[in-house]
């Protein structure tokens, strides 16, 4: 048997973080103008590659200062009590029998997803709804009995599924409201 330093895991799992994150960036924000604690990605028309406020979504704006502090969570997670512990095994046994990793759960606003090689829960944002989905999101966690703690700390990610723009202009950030 291998036996590999927990230091590697983790630094191999804050690169996959990290590439996942810089792709992401890389898919959406060509072009765009960044500002220092936050990025804007505009949409472009299929047809001539210009902006055309009728066919068009509207841009999305992400809080770079609450993703830095989400991947310095993910870097240095503060330990689960055992009741989180519990909790995020019973949450894990609703995966598909035989698997380790895939969907968790999913409604109409929102899809949870487990990610076995990097330990992270992600919940995919379905709706425009963002802040009222999030709280349905952290809702049924704490009915799973995970603590509004160890949604904070583990910590649950939140993203935009496709097409998914916040109302009125507000600025998305992968944080769960309360943390």
């Given at each position: ?166 109302d009125g202009g507000e600025i998305f950030s992968p944080i769960?409201?309360?943390?």
């Amino acid at each position: 048997m291998i036996n590999i330093d927990k230091k590697y895991i983790l630094l191999g799992a804050l690169f996959l973080t990290l590439v996942f994150v810089l792709v992401l960036i890389a898919t959406g924000s060509v072009g765009a103008p960044v500002a220092e604690d936050q990025s804007t990605i505009p949409t472009q028309s299929p047809i001539d590659g210009n902006l055309d406020q009728a066919n068009t979504i509207p841009p999305v704006t992400y809080n770079t200062d609450a993703s830095k502090k989400q991947i310095e969570k993910k870097e240095n997670r503060i330990p689960l009590t055992q009741s989180d512990l519990d909790a995020k095994q019973e949450i894990l046994s609703l995966l598909p029998e035989g698997q380790s990793y895939g969907i968790i759960y999913s409604s109409e606003n929102f899809n949870i997803e487990y990610v076995e090689s990097l330990d992270l829960i992600k919940v995919e944002i379905l709706s425009n709804s963002i802040e009222d989905i999030k709280t349905e999101a952290v809702n049924w966690f704490r009915d799973q009995g995970l603590s509004q703690e160890g949604v904070c700390n583990y910590p649950v990610d939140f993203y935009l599924g496709s097409g998914v723009v916040p109302d009125g202009g507000e600025i998305f950030s992968p944080i769960a409201p309360g943390c």
